[in-house]
Structure formats: structure tokens, C-alpha cells
T-cell receptor, first 115, second 112 residues
Framework: GAVVSQHPSWVICKSGTSVKIECRSL??????MFWYRQFPKQSLMLMAT?????????EQGVEKDKFLINHASLTLSTLTVTSAHPEDSSFYIC???????????FGPGTRLTVL | EDQVTQSPEALRLQEGESSSLNCSYT??????LFWYRQDPGKGPEFLFT???AGEEKEKERLKATLTKKESFLHITAPKPEDSATYLC?????????????FGKGTLLTVNP
């Protein structure tokens, strides 16, 4: 149980384009989903927290207009990187948390490379 | 501000050589302390949650313990497949936000 998927697993795009990453909880309902980014050999940095049907809460320093988060259902959240630039290249990981639990289950991650 | 410090940064063991990883934390109120395992290029895999000092949890060759200031992840007779980065994270009991604050991790390499 507690399986989280992400799609795509990797993506390469040109500078200035937008990229959408999907995060799905496959066998449970996720009332809260989190988006992290991870640079090589560094730990996970929380970008934002989203609750189903509500606006996402962004961490300090994260541009909400650049990283658009939608949590439209209890099993799906999306992260759209708008007007991507090479400095946005990173490993993006989502996690999902169900009701009556405090444990976050992580997806496999999405490797974004912006050329 | 919540802080998590893990040591050592990297640890090399021979197969069968037991050891411990340390996670020191500072948090205004602890809701839970979490251990995850992360393999290269993958998302973290949940291992344990500890809630109060004195609590211990075990899974195969791993045992996690918790005090008021730190947690240890004990690895008994490790195997090469235990090689991974082990991440520690704390969850603050304040507010309704369940966000995790992660340490930088310990990279464990177990040689056959």
C-alpha cells in the first residue's frame, strides 16, 4: 500500500517552455501533497504544500507564479514549471499524505533538464 | 526554526560490520521523527516514524531509537543491498502544516 507515482520520470525541454509534472496517489486518498526539489548530493527542499481544493502554500523564496501547483482531486496534484530556465533543472519529488496519518509517501521523482 | 543534523555524512562498512547513524534535531515541539531510505535517482522510501523519547522500532536489520535530542539508526550485520542514503526528518507539532524538515543524509556504502 501507499504507492505514489510521478509522470514523467524525466523530461528535457527548451528554455522558455513550460513543463507539467503529475503526482498521483494510487491506492489511497491524499488530502495533502508536497512538492520538493533536490539538487545533486543535497537533501530535499520543500517547495510547497497543497491541500485538495485549496491554494498551495509556498515556502519562502519559491516563486508561486513560476511553480504552479494544482491539487484538483484527492489522488492527483500537478506542478507546472512555467518559462523554464536552465537553473530550474533539478530533481522534483512529490509526496502524499492521507487522512488520519502523518506519514508522507514519496513518488519516484522527475528529472527535469532545461537546455 | 527546526534543524536536523545527520552524521556522519558518509559511512563505509564491510558486509556484516554493524554500526549506527546519528540524527540530532532541534524542534520547538516534536510531532514525529521520520527515517527514510533513498536510492540514487529515486524518491525516499519510508522506514520508520518515532514519536516519543524511549521509543524503538525495528525492521529487518534496522533499528531506530529516539531521545529528546537525537535519533539513532542502528544497522546490524549490513548487506550490500543496504547501501543507500538514509534521511532523517522532523515534523513540528505546531500548526496544521505537516511539513518535514530533512537533514542532509548519511550515504552508507556496504562492501561485500
Amino acid at each position: 500500500g501507499a504507492v505514489v507515482s510521478q509522470h514523467p520520470s524525466w523530461v528535457i525541454c527548451k528554455s522558455g517552455t513550460s513543463v507539467k509534472i503529475e503526482c498521483r496517489s494510487l491506492d489511497f486518498q491524499a488530502t495533502t501533497m508536497f512538492w520538493y526539489r533536490q539538487f545533486p548530493k543535497q537533501s530535499l527542499m520543500l517547495m510547497a504544500t497543497s491541500n485538495e481544493g485549496s491554494k498551495a502554500t509556498y515556502e519562502q523564496g519559491v516563486e508561486k507564479d513560476k511553480f504552479l501547483i494544482n491539487h484538483a482531486s484527492l489522488t492527483l496534484s500537478t506542478l507546472t514549471v512555467t518559462s523554464a530556465h536552465p537553473e530550474d533543472s533539478s530533481f522534483y519529488i512529490c509526496s502524499a499524505q492521507g487522512t488520519h496519518t502523518d506519514t508522507q509517501y514519496f513518488g519516484p521523482g522527475t528529472r527535469l533538464t532545461v537546455l | 526554526e527546526d534543524q536536523v543534523t545527520q552524521s556522519p555524512e558518509a559511512l563505509r562498512l564491510q558486509e556484516g560490520e554493524s554500526s549506527s547513524l546519528n540524527c540530532s534535531y532541534t524542534v520547538s515541539g516534536l510531532r514525529g521523527l521520520f527515517w527514510y531510505r533513498q536510492d540514487p535517482g529515486k524518491g525516499p522510501e519510508f522506514l520508520f516514524t518515532l514519536y516519543s523519547a524511549g521509543e524503538e522500532k525495528e525492521k529487518e536489520r534496522l533499528k531506530a531509537t529516539l531521545t529528546k535530542k537525537e535519533s539513532f539508526l542502528h544497522i546490524t550485520a549490513p548487506k550490500p543491498e543496504d547501501s543507500a542514503t538514509y534521511l532523517c526528518a522532523v515534523q513540528n507539532s505546531g500548526g496544521s502544516n505537516y511539513k518535514l524538515t530533512f537533514g542532509k543524509g548519511t550515504l552508507l556504502t556496504v562492501n561485500p
